[in-house]
């Protein structure tokens, strides 16, 4: 007896193929882009709770859990401190602030806020430099910055400009910039980037601040800063990031 076989033929099968490598060209870019994200969330929420447990070893070590005032004296340098405050990250490094710090040439990169914000000078896109700081570099290639208030953590009025909602710097009938001022007692500022030197280097995305006190750290209060992407991380919502995809580069025009 003849027996008939079916098959597909050699059109079939490329018209197929042509379809699945349509699919995954373009479902592939997004799947990319979530499992970078995922990567990136686990990082942040690593590092902050590697700051939480370094500053609590530090407490311990003066005899004062839940008090970060020993670690941040009136008057400390900010360097004495990091170069203290590294010692309780596992195998992490000093690197000093400035763009010749030996070591740390790779460290020297700038930073994009969440949204765009007008330079001091007016003329450009304001920034930030990871260099600026006195760093403390983890085994995992994460970078954390810091500059201490030398207050002791206690209160003292700071003083800073003013933005409108566009980014744009604010200013008065004559064209003065606007002033704000708060009483706040911060022991540090702090700086945190997940990734070190690779990109995005955007606050919001790999790079978030953080304000040191007495008795905790919490998110820092310019959403410039990434405080909104923070927030929603240490939340765990859903498409936690909120940030501007802009260029340094660019011009604008506010």
Request: hydrophobic letters at 35%; charged letters at 20%.
């Amino acid at each position: 007896m003849k027996k008939n076989y079916t098959a597909f033929t050699l059109a079939e099968v490329l018209i197929t193929l042509g379809i699945i490598g349509v699919v995954a060209a373009m479902t592939l870019p997004a799947l990319v882009n979530k499992y970078k994200e995922r990567e990136l969330i686990t990082q942040v929420k690593k590092t902050y709770t590697s700051i939480n447990q370094a500053l609590a070893l530090a407490q311990v070590k003066y005899g004062t859990p839940g008090d970060n005032s020993s670690l941040f004296a009136a008057n400390k340098a900010t360097v004495a401190v990091i170069e203290e405050l590294v010692k309780y990250f596992n195998g992490a490094r000093f690197c000093e602030a400035g763009t010749n710090a030996k070591g740390c040439k790779d460290l020297n990169y700038t930073i994009k806020y969440a949204t765009l914000q007008q330079s001091i000078s007016g003329d450009g896109i304001r920034i930030t430099n990871m260099a600026a700081y006195p760093r403390i570099v983890l085994n995992n290639g994460a970078v954390i910055g810091l500059n201490s208030t030398l207050n002791g953590c206690a209160e003292v009025e700071e003083r800073g400009e003013s933005y409108n909602p566009d980014g744009s710097l604010k200013k008065d009938e004559d064209g003065n910039i606007v002033y704000w001022t708060r009483t706040s007692a911060r022991c540090a500022a702090m700086v945190f980037d997940v990734n070190g030197n690779k990109l995005p280097n955007q606050f919001g995305r790999d790079v978030y601040g953080l304000d040191v006190y007495r008795d905790r750290i919490s998110n820092t209060t310019w959403g410039a800063m990434g405080t909104q992407s923070l927030n929603n991380i240490l939340m765990d919502k859903k498409d936690p990031f909120v940030y501007d995809n802009y260029n340094i580069g660019d011009t604008f025009e506010w």
